[in-house]
């Protein structure tokens, strides 16, 4: 029997390097085209498979689309959020319902977020769907120092999610 750890979702999806930390690949693309509030045209939507390792961290960024998350195996996931009126809040992504968690999120436009896998030696797969559909040029990657300047009260979360320097 093949052991289905990281590497081997890694390499089974193509997965590649992702600028915020982990793993993804882009698998659907919408052919339906909208305009959004920036007076931009983007895709309806676009959707990725993302994968995170316990040893790596998901740094704090903001997206100007929702984004909904699905949990799809390998351990649960914390999505950390500073919302726009910037309180802090995790939500757990798995399937122990009983425990909290719930199969799927969605991270409201312009709210910072990141994520981290909860269990150590381990990874999580999930699926982001972004609508209106995700451009690099609508990825806004945090320091600490952006983010403190503005969120003190959430030091903590920021120096463990937040890159130190770009």
């Known amino acids: 029997m093949i052991k289905k750890d990281a590497q081997f979702y890694i390499s089974h999806l193509g997965l590649e390097p992702h600028p915020e930390g982990g ?5 659907f693309v919408s052919d339906m085209i909208i305009n959004t509030e920036q007076d931009n045209q983007r895709k309806l939507y676009t959707s990725i498979y993302f994968l995170l390792r316990s040893e790596e961290i998901s740094h704090l960024h903001r997206l100007k689309s929702d984004e909904l998350w699905y949990y799809h195996g390998g351990s649960s996931l914390t999505v950390h959020m500073i919302d726009a009126k910037g309180e802090y809040k995790e939500v757990n992504l798995g399937l122990q319902l009983d425990k909290g968690e719930v ?11 990141g994520s981290s896998v909860k269990e150590e030696n381990t ?7 972004v609508s209106p559909g995700f451009e690099f040029e609508d990825f806004e990657l945090f320091t600490q120092e952006e983010l403190l300047m503005e969120y003190p009260q959430h030091e903590e979360a920021i120096r463990r999610l937040a890159l130190e320097k770009k």
Do not use: E
Request: aromatic fraction near 18%.
């Open 23 to 27: 793993f993804y690949k882009q698998t």
């Open 103 to 113: 199969p799927q999120i969605l991270v409201p436009k312009n709210a910072i977020f």
């Open 123 to 129: 990874f999580s797969l999930v699926g982001c769907m």
